[in-house]
T-cell receptor, first 113, second 113 residues
Framework: EDKVVQSPLSLVVHEGDTVTLNCSYE??????LLWYKQEKKAPTFLFML????IEKKSGRLSSILDKKELFSILNITATQTGDSAVYLC?????????????FGGGTRLMVKP | DGGITQSPKYLFRKEGQNVTLSCEQN?????MYWYRQDPGQGLRLIYY???????QKGDIAEGYSVSREKKESFPLTVTSAQKNPTAFYLC????????????FGPGTRLTVL
């Protein structure tokens, strides 16, 4: 059974702090790892990672994948109150039927002014 | 055990047939959602329902239909009008009429032959 575990479950920081969110996984046939930001309705796609060691960056957010150790981290620098959300990690695995997404439980980030 | 269940995990159908995907939750959540995920893409919202007997179209509702006759259940019908139905379908629910974190089911992989 594929499994994705995120840590910490929740995090409270102050504006300007840097945070690191963790995602570890066990997947039979790994295709990619995806990070989402969830605020109200549909989660917003952040990154898709397929290769180890290559950092993906978008503004103050960055993410990297380690396929040997089976984990990914999402970094947010100079946090702002608008970064408050649940951050979801999902792994796209492939089996004979096609691709399947397995989600972690999420990390709830609260950024205080 | 509380949670969201989707059945079946894998579904194969012939082209031109309607098919209904099940989503049930016993978390007493008000809101429920259906998403579609294709390889290499983020989640796309098909339909959502914030309360019983009410539902709204998401971004890609064409070719799909839903019902919300009971709080616990939000079945999705993929009709023959859906041009590219083969995909991974995720159901989610959230408390407080959708103003809170969404919890995802395990998903159904639909393959149309």
């Amino acid at each position: 059974e594929d499994k994705v575990v995120q840590s910490p479950l929740s995090l409270v920081v102050h504006e300007g702090d840097t945070v690191t969110l963790n995602c570890s996984y066990e997947v039979t046939n790994f295709r990619s790892l995806l990070w989402y930001k969830q605020e109200k309705k549909a989660p917003t796609f952040l990154f898709m990672l397929t290769s180890s060691g290559i950092e993906k960056k978008s503004g103050r957010l960055s993410s990297i994948l380690d396929k040997k150790e089976l984990f990914s981290i999402l970094n947010i620098t100079a946090t702002q109150t608008g970064d408050s959300a649940v951050y979801l990690c999902a792994v796209d695995g492939l089996n004979n039927a096609g691709n399947m997404l397995t989600f972690g439980g999420g990390t709830r980030l609260m950024v205080k002014p | 055990d509380g949670g969201i269940t989707q059945s079946p995990k894998y579904l194969f159908r012939k082209e031109g047939q309607n098919v209904t995907l099940s989503c049930e939750q016993n978390l007493n959540h008000d809101a429920m959602y259906w998403y579609r995920q294709d390889p290499g893409q983020g989640l796309r919202l098909i339909y959502y329902s914030q309360i019983v007997n009410d539902f709204q179209k998401g971004d890609i509702a064409e070719g799909y239909s839903v019902s919300r006759e009971k709080k616990e259940s939000f079945p999705l019908t993929v009709t023959s009008a859906q041009k590219n139905p083969t995909a991974f379908y995720l159901c989610a629910s959230s408390p407080n009429r959708g103003r809170d974190t969404q919890y995802f089911g395990p998903g159904t992989r639909l393959t149309v032959l």
